[in-house]
């Protein structure tokens, strides 16, 4: 939204994405990762299981940016900036423990190797 996208702003019919009335917050759901993406490379496949619990979802993809993971029904869960050393954004929660721990440790491990790199750079 702050670069210029929109989001699609109640997804309510879209029960995959979140739980119902009575259920958990978080559900698993299957995502395609695009080949050639940060996020791809990073986890080192095109299909994850992640925990997902949004209401919201990403409706025009700003410009600069791109799409870098969906969800089966097209739902837009992952968008990076290519033009930038790394900016990756996800729309799922890989910081809940009922969520892949090597998947996890692999988002957050470059999360922080790229901070240091950048500090080291500035």
Known sequence: VALGGDLIPD????????????????????????PGSKIHSILGRERIDVRSGHHQAVNRVADGLVVSARAEDGIIEGIEMPSATWVVGVQWHPEDDDGSASDRRALFQTFVDQTRLARVAG
């Open 11 to 34: 997804i309510e019919n879209y029960h995959p994405h979140r739980g119902g009335s009575g259920d958990p917050m978080f559900k698993d759901e299957p995502v395609i990762l695009e």
